[in-house]
């Protein structure tokens, strides 16, 4: 039944607000029972409602709600969180998503409190703003009428707030936090470029907001770290890792998609024939802080020229450091495939694989059947037909 009146709202959204419904139309709606999504939530790929709670609401709720977590998906917020507060920032990109439902004069029964001067900034730059201590719950709001201006003083913040009429709510569930999977990522990243296209062509523009949207998707200008964090979370996200519903609720229409507790298993092969020397100080800097922020890890660290050298594992138990006093082991000529042949004669079965080289080397003709990215030096070239690659930049 909710399933129903999912799809039909989506036909009705795409009538209302043609972009951002030709964006849902490509993303699987997911209803579901028990505790797993208390409001709604979304990997990029799908987006899971609660049953209870969307059962609840009536026309205009739920189509807010469907164009809030469709938004979402356009803005990328899955990935762009990485270190910060999970819940701190979700409540600054249900933020970043009101003001353009703003533009787009939509109405809104979940609004915030917010400072208006925060119109067209970033979930980055609202998430300072918030402060380091924003309210608890921003549920236990008591309505009050619209846009009554009021001074918040909830844990010692002093900021001002605007609570609208209605429950303010962050739709996301902090606790619950699906795992953005890069092949989503990709495959979202060209539905909203062709949403956009098809809008473009029908109006003869798109609005500013919009437009810098696009154009920041169609040539993305980010730096190896923000590459190197998407990466990895994409590909494992922490210590929640969502699965597809079970079988056995299907034929009762539930769909209860689970978690299972993680620990991130990784591989870093690098290169010593003398080229990423001066690189590995601020690699290994931005690669522990990575790793000590999702809690248990195992990192196994091989050297290789042209063979194997050494062999280093690390834990949350024994934590890479991010001043690792490195002791570089073998400078021959390069070959790619001995660290791939270790992970396989030693059945470590990483998540990830990172190949930190200047790419000057011999890889392996097919791909193995986990993600493997190749970290390049500033003047690397990537003689990999497989796997993604990015490039160190100083600075």
Same mark, same amino acid.
């Given at each position: 039944?909710v ?14 607000q043609?972009?951002i419904g ?19 939530c979304?990997?990029g ?5 609660? %049953?209870p !709670?969307?059962?609840?609401?009536n026309?205009?709720e739920?189509? =807010?709600? *469907?164009? $809030?977590?469709a ?7 899955g ?6 507060n999970?819940?701190r920032?979700?409540?600054a990109?249900?933020?970043? %998503?009101h !003001?353009i439902?703003?533009?787009?004069k939509?109405?809104?029964? =979940?609004v *915030?409190p $917010?400072?208006?001067e925060?119109?067209?900034?970033s ?5 300072e703003r ?7 719950d921003?549920?236990?709001?008591v309505?009050r ?15 001002d707030q605007?609570?609208?009429a ?18 989503a990522?990709?495959?979202?990243r060209?539905f ?8 473009e062509?029908a ?13 920041r ?5 980010l730096?190896?770290?923000?590459l ?5 979370t994409?590909c494992?996200g922490g210590?929640r890792?969502?699965?597809?519903p ?10 209860l998609?689970?978690y299972?507790s ?7 092969a ?16 931005e690669l522990?802080?990575?790793?000590n922020?999702f809690g248990k890890y ?15 594992t690390?834990?949350d138990?024994r ?7 490195w002791?570089?082991?073998g400078h ?6 001995p660290?791939?042949e ?8 990483p998540a ?9 080397g011999n890889?392996p003709?097919k ?15 990537n003689r ?9 930049k100083?600075?």
């Amino acid at each position: 039944m909710v399933l129903k009146s999912l799809e039909q709202d989506r036909q009705k959204l795409l009538l209302r607000q043609p972009f951002i419904g030709m964006v849902l139309m490509n993303l699987e709606l997911v209803p579901t029972s028990g505790d797993c999504v208390k409001t709604a939530c979304t990997d990029g790929a799908r987006i899971m409602f609660s %049953i209870p !709670f969307y059962a609840k609401l009536n026309l205009e709720e739920r189509l =807010f709600v *469907l164009a $809030h977590e469709a938004w979402h998906c356009v803005l990328m917020h899955g990935l762009r969180c990485q270190t910060r507060n999970q819940r701190r920032f979700n409540i600054a990109a249900d933020l970043e %998503i009101h !003001f353009i439902l703003q533009k787009e004069k939509m109405k809104e029964p =979940f609004v *915030l409190p $917010h400072k208006t001067e925060w119109d067209g900034l970033s979930a980055e730059e609202i998430y300072e703003r918030l402060g380091h201590k924003p309210p608890r719950d921003y549920r236990n709001y008591v309505p009050r009428r619209e846009s009554e201006h009021i001074r918040g003083k909830e844990n010692g913040e002093g900021f001002d707030q605007h609570v609208y009429a209605g429950s303010a709510t962050s739709l996301e569930d902090a606790e619950s936090q699906p795992i953005w999977n890069q092949d989503a990522v990709e495959r979202l990243r060209r539905f909203v470029i062709q949403a956009a296209q098809v809008m473009e062509r029908a109006q003869g523009h798109l609005p500013a907001y919009l437009q810098g949207i696009v154009e920041r998707l169609r040539k993305p200008q980010l730096s190896w770290r923000e590459l190197l964090r998407q990466f990895v979370t994409s590909c494992y996200g922490g210590s929640r890792r969502w699965l597809p519903p079970s079988r056995r609720y299907l034929t009762k229409k539930l769909y209860l998609p689970s978690y299972r507790s993680d620990k991130l298993n990784a591989v870093l092969a690098i290169d010593t024939s003398g080229s990423t020397t001066d690189d590995l100080p601020q690699f290994f800097a931005e690669l522990s802080s990575l790793l000590n922020s999702f809690g248990k890890y195992e990192l196994t660290v091989i050297q290789c020229d042209r063979e194997i050298q050494h062999v280093e594992t690390f834990t949350d138990a024994r934590r890479l450091p991010r001043n690792y006093e490195w002791v570089s082991h073998g400078h021959g000529g390069t070959c790619f495939k001995p660290p791939f042949e270790y992970v396989k004669a030693h059945n470590l079965k990483p998540a990830i694989f990172i190949y930190l080289t200047d790419g000057d080397g011999n890889a392996p003709e097919k791909a193995p059947k986990y993600p493997v990215l190749w970290v390049l030096t500033q003047d690397g070239q990537n003689r990999a037909k497989w796997g993604r690659a990015i490039r160190l930049k100083h600075g």
